[in-house]
């Protein structure tokens, strides 16, 4: 009876029946949620590729460098361009009696047998390896006692990884060839070494391993080491070794080299990371497209659900769990896409690291699981939050509402002054943003701000160009009146896909704006700076990089080539600035940067400057050895507005201060370069070796002739190589060309998924308006009327999209050139405005919207009448 008494419980409803609901819908409109799942795809495909192929060179670089390291704890390195004398390596074993020290000769090769790309030569000596490296251990290497005995009595012999011989089919006794800027070096095969671990297998893909005097002999470093490599137990061991060292050797940790390598990349890399951020941002309209579009078109369904005791929280659950979906399979597509675009991509990333950074050779694309999680999460929280909108939309609205049709475009239509608001606040933010000098993602910040605020103010501009395009469409006809109409009647449908598409082509705009300028500064800093009738140097190991020096009797005879007017010589070393004075005050800093040392200006005085000594040449006295002239990307990588009054440089005599006597521009480094005239470079650096030079021919002479003669001279010599000003000029821009096409790549697939989001609206429009085209069929509209209204709809929003994208692709252009490329390399470019980058621009807009518009218009056109109108 007790229990007969008690209150009835009230069940709770179940979400079973709206995921069956959820299940039956993805059948009927697949395409529509397949385009979607696309859009997700593709924008995570592009952050993914670019994570992928960024990590893959920079963790081919670091394995190739824990390789060589081993377990030392920290390492010996020299200031001077020769290497640390290897009497330091005696000195520190026997006096400080530090036993657990390895010496290391290393410098990159060119070997033709092993698929011509620049691998890491590495002399080592066996007695001091194990404590450090154990890959010459028995149970890793097939080298054998007799192959021991010849690794270190022979010269010129190596051992590589079984993996590498295996994959170029070299086996053992095999001759070799490598190539050291043009000097072919026979080598034999030895041994091979195959370790357990696989990280360590594809360190020792770029590797050969050789005795530490074949090292010394085949790279030039006689009685020089590269560095020597440390395991220190205590403080008490660093205190004894730093009293041994010279003035030219610094002691770091084994963890700072590749904490510096990271860094000289950094902006390269968050660069393209945000470019391929773009792709995502025009994906997330995609999103929302497609999700506000399933809200809309479930209106009157969501209505009689709440009226039979649907709850809001459930409507909410079923979205964005609907969503959830979406992205989790949109981001796993995306995954396996971003693979398949990094293996391609991979080599472009590589070569301009080669070109402007530090050698690297991968062999393979890297894939650590923490890259493709982020590339799930990302692609996940993307998709939520571009549905959290319409999600709460759709919960918030009441029943009686819901089935109303037209209630949603009721609420955009008030809400297009506030659009407009809002545009005005983020606008304002970023530009706040981007005038903090904060750094690179900070100026990122900003950018993303401006496209946001752009986007949010689509819709209220959309209205208004609609409005002044109808009187101008009535001449169509009946047409010409329902396009613009529809168009601001589904205003918070077709907005978004024009803010996608605007979006898309705005990045189009800035970045060929941002390209083409630099591509014209480029071409006329070649001009000014390359002056020079003809130029020799050795053959360079990577693209734009010179691994090598010139034979000291090629350089004498040069000197005296008849017909030759003036000579001047170049040489470079890696060093450290220290400080930067302005008068009394000293502003401590350190960074690498390019050291040149010139002996004339092979500019002849037409190098740009943005700075000048009391206006004057900076030359002559530069030859006198009064100053240095330094680069405009040291100073701004060093956030620096104004010029110093001197700098100081690390130098095998310990540190250097120099005047500075100009600031100029130069683009073939973002690191910063130093221009020191020859005698101190000499005198200091202790480094007489010459790595190009620039040749001036007398008026009266044929230049032709003087470079045939020079080329007949050094005919078969491989270590030689004569260029006219021409062809260096052609090769500068190709690689100038080949650091962007991954660029060009990237803007193509964000027009890609931009289009997708196009077709998706359109598509999701024609869906929700199958009764209206019943009635107009009804009436007497024929198929052939609806293909023209449907693809002058689509033509307007092309028009919309393109007219808009102007304005922010020169607005993304201007941040891009005087905020994040200064930001991010220290490069001023002089920003040129072609008209053909905007009317491509808005060709592409029209032609992606028009294109986007046939499916659509084509199931219009075979809706059947009777079933149209019934529709409900």
């Known amino acids: 009876m007790t229990a007969a008494l008690e209150p009835q419980r009230e069940p709770q409803s179940s979400n079973r029946p709206l995921w069956r609901m959820a299940w039956r819908r993805f059948q009927q409109r697949s395409l529509q949620y397949l385009l979607c799942l696309l859009g997700v795809a593709l924008g995570v495909a592009m952050l993914v590729s670019i994570d992928l192929a960024n990590g893959s060179a920079q963790t081919a670089f670091e394995l190739s460098t824990d390789a060589i390291a081993g377990r030392a704890t920290h390492q010996i390195e020299s200031i001077a361009p020769a290497g640390i004398d290897e009497s330091v390596y005696l000195q520190i074993r026997q006096q400080a009696g530090l036993t657990k020290t390895a010496p290391i000769v290393d410098g990159y090769v060119l070997a033709p047998d092993l698929g011509n790309q620049p691998l890491r030569l590495v002399g080592v000596d066996l007695f001091s390896e194990p404590p450090f490296r154990n890959y010459f251990a028995s149970e890793n290497q097939t080298v054998g006692l007799a192959g021991l005995q010849t690794f270190l009595t022979e010269p010129n012999t190596i051992v590589l990884s079984t993996d590498v011989a295996r994959r170029y089919q070299v086996d053992l006794g095999d001759t070799l060839t490598l190539d050291l800027a043009g000097r072919l070096v026979p080598v034999r095969l030895v041994g091979k070494v195959q370790p357990e671990s696989t990280t360590t297998q594809r360190a020792l893909s770029s590797l050969i391993f050789t005795d530490i005097a074949t090292a010394q002999e085949i790279l030039q470093r006689s009685g020089h080491l590269s560095h020597?490599?440390?395991?220190?137990?205590?403080?008490?061991?660093?205190?004894?070794?730093?009293?041994?060292?010279?003035?030219?050797?610094?002691?770091?940790?084994?963890?700072?080299?590749?904490?510096?390598?990271?860094?000289?990349?950094?902006?390269?890399?968050?660069?393209?990371?945000?470019?391929?951020?773009?792709?995502?941002?025009?994906?997330?309209?995609?999103?929302?497209?497609?999700?506000?579009?399933?809200?809309?078109?479930?209106?009157?369904?969501?209505?009689?659900?709440?009226?039979?005791?649907?709850?809001?929280?459930?409507?909410?659950?079923?979205?964005?769990?609907?969503?959830?979906?979406?992205?989790?399979?949109?981001?796993?597509?995306?995954?396996?896409?971003?693979?398949?675009?990094?293996?391609?991509?991979?080599?472009?990333?590589?070569?301009?690291?080669?070109?402007?950074?530090?050698?690297?050779?991968?062999?393979?694309?890297?894939?650590?699981?923490?890259?493709?999680?982020?590339?799930?999460?990302?692609?996940?929280?993307?998709?939520?939050?571009?549905?959290?909108?319409?999600?709460?939309?759709?919960?918030?609205?009441?029943?009686?509402?819901?089935?109303?049709?037209?209630?949603?475009?009721?609420?955009?239509?008030?809400?297009?002054?506030?659009?407009?608001?809002?545009?005005?606040?983020?606008?304002?933010?970023?530009?706040?943003?981007?005038?903090?000098?904060?750094?690179?993602?900070?100026?990122?910040?900003?950018?993303?701000?401006?496209?946001?605020?752009?986007?949010?103010?689509?819709?209220?501009?959309?209205?208004?160009?609609?409005?002044?395009?109808?009187?101008?469409?009535?001449?169509?006809?009946?047409?010409?009146?329902?396009?613009?109409?529809?168009?601001?009647?589904?205003?918070?449908?077709?907005?978004?896909?024009?803010?996608?598409?605007?979006?898309?082509?705005?990045?189009?705009?800035?970045?060929?704006?941002?390209?083409?300028?630099?591509?014209?500064?480029?071409?006329?800093?070649?001009?000014?700076?390359?002056?020079?009738?003809?130029?020799?140097?050795?053959?360079?190991?990577?693209?734009?990089?010179?691994?090598?020096?010139?034979?000291?009797?090629?350089?004498?005879?040069?000197?005296?080539?008849?017909?030759?007017?003036?000579?001047?010589?170049?040489?470079?070393?890696?060093?450290?600035?220290?400080?930067?004075?302005?008068?009394?005050?000293?502003?401590?800093?350190?960074?690498?940067?390019?050291?040149?040392?010139?002996?004339?200006?092979?500019?002849?005085?037409?190098?740009?400057?943005?700075?000048?000594?009391?206006?004057?040449?900076?030359?002559?006295?530069?030859?006198?050895?009064?100053?240095?002239?330094?680069?405009?990307?040291?100073?701004?990588?060093?956030?620096?507005?104004?010029?110093?009054?001197?700098?100081?440089?690390?130098?095998?005599?310990?540190?250097?201060?120099?005047?500075?006597?100009?600031?100029?521009?130069d683009y073939s480094s973002d690191q910063g370069t130093v221009i020191l005239d020859n005698d101190p470079f000499i005198q200091i650096w202790g480094d007489e070796g010459i790595a190009s030079m620039g040749l001036f021919t007398a008026p009266d002479i044929d230049l032709d002739t003087v470079v045939e003669d020079l080329r007949e001279r050094y005919q078969g010599r491989t270590d030689v190589v004569v260029q006219s000003t021409r062809s260096l000029r052609d090769g500068s821009l190709e690689i100038f060309d080949r650091t962007f096409a991954i660029t060009q790549a990237l803007r193509l697939l964000a027009v890609i998924v931009a289009f997708i989001g196009v077709l998706s609206a359109l598509m999701s429009l024609q869906l929700e308006r199958t009764r209206e085209i019943g009635i107009l069929r009804a009436t007497g509209m024929t198929p052939q009327q609806l293909w023209w209204m449907t693809l002058l709809e689509t033509g307007l929003m092309g028009n919309v999209a393109g007219f808009l994208a102007m304005p922010l692709g020169y607005v993304l252009a201007w941040i891009l050139i005087y905020v994040i490329n200064v930001r991010s390399f220290g490069w001023t470019l002089q920003m040129q405005l072609n008209p053909s980058y905007f009317w491509q621009a808005w060709l592409v807009a029209i032609v992606a919207a028009l294109l986007a518009g046939i499916y659509p218009a084509w199931r219009l056109s075979r809706v059947t009448v009777a079933s149209a109108i019934r529709e409900e």
């Open 228 to 665: 020597i490599d440390l395991i220190a137990e205590s403080e008490e061991d660093l205190d004894a070794i730093a009293t041994l060292l010279p003035e030219d050797a610094k002691l770091e940790t084994a963890a700072a080299q590749k904490n510096a390598v990271r860094q000289m990349t950094a902006a390269f890399r968050l660069n393209l990371t945000a470019l391929s951020l773009l792709a995502l941002v025009v994906g997330m309209f995609l999103i929302y497209n497609t999700v506000t579009f399933s809200v809309v078109q479930r209106r009157p369904l969501f209505g009689v659900l709440r009226c039979l005791g649907t709850t809001p929280r459930q409507l909410f659950t079923l979205i964005m769990g609907e969503t959830a979906i979406l992205g989790i399979l949109g981001s796993v597509l995306g995954l396996g896409l971003g693979i398949v675009l990094a293996r391609s991509i991979v080599g472009l990333i590589t070569q301009t690291i080669n070109d402007f950074y530090f050698v690297v050779s991968v062999q393979q694309v890297a894939i650590p699981p923490v890259l493709l999680v982020k590339g799930m999460l990302i692609g996940i929280s993307s998709a939520l939050l571009a549905a959290l909108v319409p999600a709460i939309e759709a919960m918030r609205t009441s029943p009686q509402t819901i089935l109303q049709r037209s209630s949603l475009e009721n609420k955009v239509q008030k809400l297009l002054p506030w659009l407009f608001l809002s545009w005005v606040v983020i606008t304002v933010i970023g530009i706040g943003l981007l005038r903090l000098k904060a750094g690179l993602v900070v100026a990122f910040a900003g950018l993303f701000a401006i496209v946001l605020g752009s986007a949010l103010l689509t819709p209220p501009v959309t209205a208004a160009l609609m409005k002044l395009v109808q009187p101008l469409t009535q001449s169509l006809g009946v047409l010409g009146r329902l396009a613009p109409r529809d168009i601001v009647r589904s205003l918070s449908r077709t907005s978004v896909a024009i803010a996608a598409l605007m979006v898309a082509v705005s990045v189009i705009v800035g970045v060929s704006i941002m390209v083409g300028s630099f591509r014209v500064t480029v071409v006329q800093w070649l001009d000014q700076t390359l002056q020079a009738d003809i130029y020799v140097t050795p053959p360079s190991t990577t693209a734009n990089r010179v691994l090598g020096q010139l034979d000291p009797a090629v350089v004498a005879e040069m000197k005296r080539w008849p017909g030759l007017e003036d000579v001047v010589t170049y040489n470079d070393t890696d060093a450290t600035v220290t400080a930067f004075t302005y008068g009394d005050q000293t502003l401590e800093i350190e960074r690498s940067i390019k050291l040149i040392s010139a002996e004339g200006d092979v500019s002849h005085g037409q190098r740009p400057y943005s700075w000048r000594q009391d206006s004057i040449d900076p030359w002559p006295a530069l030859n006198r050895g009064e100053g240095v002239i330094v680069s405009e990307a040291l100073l701004l990588k060093a956030n620096l507005s104004d010029p110093p009054t001197s700098i100081t440089i690390d130098s095998p005599q310990g540190p250097q201060t120099f005047p500075v006597l100009a600031v100029f521009y």
